[in-house]
C-alpha cells in the first residue's frame, strides 16, 4: 500500500512538473534591453522604435491565434514605423518585430468600445 501510494505520488508531481513546464508562456515584449520597442500611439496605432540596430532593414508581421497573417514587411530601422491597424477585426493578433539577432514578440487586442455620453440641446 505504501509502495502504491508513493507510485501514484510520483507520478502526479512528474505529471503536473510536465504540465506547467508546458504551459508556461515564453515572457513577450519585455526583453531586457532591447533594441526595438513597440508604443501604443492610440488611434489604433502602433509605433516600432528601433535603438542602434546593426541590420538596416527588420522584417515586421502581424498575425492572429491561427498564424493567419494580417501584415508583412521590410522595413528600414533608420526611422520609427507607425503601424495602422484599425482595418483588423476585433480579436486577439501579435506583432512579430526582428532584426539580426533581435527580436520582439508584441501581444495586442482589437476591441470594440460603445460609450455613451449626454449631450445638451439649447
Not at 496605432?45 to 541590420?55: A, I, N, P
Not at 522584417?59 to 498564424?67: H, V
Not at 514587411?73 to 526582428?98: C, F, I, M, R, W
Amino acid at each position: 500500500m505504501k509502495k502504491s501510494f508513493f507510485i501514484l505520488a510520483l507520478g502526479l508531481v512528474i505529471s503536473s512538473f510536465s504540465y506547467a513546464k508546458a504551459e508556461t508562456p515564453v515572457a513577450k515584449g519585455t526583453k531586457i534591453e532591447s533594441k526595438i520597442s513597440v508604443l501604443d500611439m492610440s488611434n489604433l496605432r502602433l509605433k516600432v522604435l528601433f535603438d542602434d540596430v546593426t541590420k538596416n532593414t527588420a522584417s515586421i508581421e502581424i498575425y492572429n491565434a491561427k498564424g493567419e497573417v494580417f501584415y508583412q514587411e521590410l522595413s528600414q530601422t533608420n526611422k520609427p514605423l507607425v503601424l495602422n491597424v484599425e482595418h483588423l477585426d476585433d480579436g486577439a493578433y501579435t506583432l512579430a518585430v526582428s532584426a539580426g539577432n533581435e527580436k520582439l514578440i508584441y501581444d495586442f487586442n482589437i476591441e470594440s468600445r460603445v460609450s455613451r455620453v449626454a449631450v445638451l440641446k439649447n
